[in-house]
């Protein structure tokens, strides 16, 4: 069974900046696909980051919102997905939900898709002041 716990959440003003983990357990990381989600009130579900590695490759992906200013990595001895966020503006405000997948996207994908992803964890709150 696998099991996602989210931590790190918090409330900053703008232009600081957070570090959420994600503690996982059942599995191996580095095998699965995995990723950040946000949700705001009132708006659906986005993807936000995304890491997997193939072929011996490590594959990193993000929505263009937070390209240059979010950064996830994950500690494979710590089984532990991270995402580093810098800069925060008040936009970022949402729930942040860690996601993950014993399979990798599909051709094309890019892991910022729900539909790529079995197993959520219960989000940790984000609140960006201005």
């Known amino acids: 069974q696998v099991q996602l716990a989210e931590s790190g959440g918090g409330s900053v003003q703008a232009g600081g900046s957070l570090r959420l983990s994600c503690a996982a357990s059942g599995y191996t990381p580095r095998s699965y696909l995995m990723g950040w989600f946000r949700q705001a009130p009132g708006k659906e579900r986005e993807g936000v980051a995304a890491?997997?590695?193939?072929?011996?490759?490590?594959?990193?992906y993000y929505v263009g919102s937070v390209t240059g200013r979010f950064t996830i990595s994950q500690d494979n001895a710590k089984n532990t997905l991270s995402l580093q966020m810098n800069s925060l503006k008040p936009e970022d405000t949402a729930m942040y939900y860690c996601?993950?997948?014993?399979?990798?996207?599909?051709?094309?994908?890019?892991?910022?898709?729900?539909?790529?992803?079995?197993?959520w964890g219960q989000g940790t709150q984000v609140t960006v002041s201005s």
């Open positions: 890491i997997y590695t193939s072929g011996g490759s490590t594959y990193k």
């Open positions: 996601a993950a997948d014993p399979s990798p996207p599909p051709y094309g994908g890019t892991g910022l898709r729900e539909y790529e992803y079995n197993y």
